[in-house]
C-alpha cells in the first residue's frame, strides 16, 4: 500500500479495485492473504483511496444478470457504503437488462460498469435515463 499512497500523495486519485473470484478476493501479495475484502478495503481508505471497483470476475461478461442486492456482490457493497460513507462505489458483471443497473445503484454503486450488454445492443441509454444512484 506504499505505492498506493504516493500515487495520492502525487495528486493523482487512483480508484482501487476490488477482484474477486467465486466470492474470494483475489491477491497475488502474501501479507494480504487471509484479509477480509472489507480489510483490505479499509486498508486502501487509510491510504486516502476514495473510489472502488467491486467486480466478482465470474460474472463479467457473461450477462447473467444481478439476482439482487442480497446476492453476489450486492451485500460487500452495502457492507463498505455502510462503513465509508465517503467512498465511491463502482461495481458491475453480467449486467444485461436495466433491473440489473438498478439493483446495483439500490446496493450502494454510485457507477455501474456495463459492457457486453452494450456491445450486444440488449441495453441502451435509453433503457436507463433517469436511473440515479440510490433512487427508487
Keep these: 500500500?506504499?505505492?498506493?499512497?504516493?500515487?495520492?500523495?502525487?495528486?493523482l486519485e487512483p480508484i482501487f479495485s476490488l477482484d474477486q473470484k467465486a466470492g474470494q478476493t483475489i491477491t497475488q501479495r502474501g501479507?494480504?492473504?487471509?484479509?477480509?475484502p472489507l480489510e483490505l478495503v479499509q486498508h486502501a481508505y487509510d491510504q486516502g483511496v476514495r473510489s472502488l471497483i467491486?467486480?466478482?470476475l465470474d460474472s463479467?461478461?457473461?450477462m447473467k444478470g444481478v439476482?439482487?442486492?442480497?446476492?453476489?456482490?450486492?451485500?460487500?457493497?452495502?457492507?463498505?457504503?455502510?462503513q465509508l460513507?465517503?467512498?465511491t462505489l463502482i461495481s458491475g458483471g453480467g449486467i444485461r437488462e436495466a433491473?440489473?443497473?438498478?439493483?446495483?445503484?439500490?446496493?450502494?454503486?454510485?457507477?455501474?460498469?456495463?459492457?457486453?450488454a452494450i456491445h450486444?445492443?440488449?441495453?441502451t441509454p435509453d433503457d436507463i435515463t433517469g436511473f440515479r444512484a440510490g433512487s427508487d
Design 60 to 62: 463479467v461478461g457473461t
Design 99 to 116: 433491473a440489473d443497473v438498478q439493483a446495483l445503484l439500490e446496493a450502494g454503486c454510485h457507477h455501474v460498469l456495463v459492457a457486453s
Design 31 to 36: 501479507e494480504l492473504v487471509g484479509l477480509t
Design 120 to 123: 450486444q445492443r440488449k441495453l
Design 54 to 56: 467491486v467486480l466478482d
Design 85 to 87: 460513507l465517503d467512498m
Design 1 to 11: 500500500f506504499a505505492k498506493l499512497k504516493e500515487l495520492i500523495e502525487s495528486d
Design 67 to 82: 439476482a439482487s442486492i442480497n446476492d453476489g456482490v450486492g451485500p460487500l457493497i452495502q457492507e463498505i457504503k455502510s
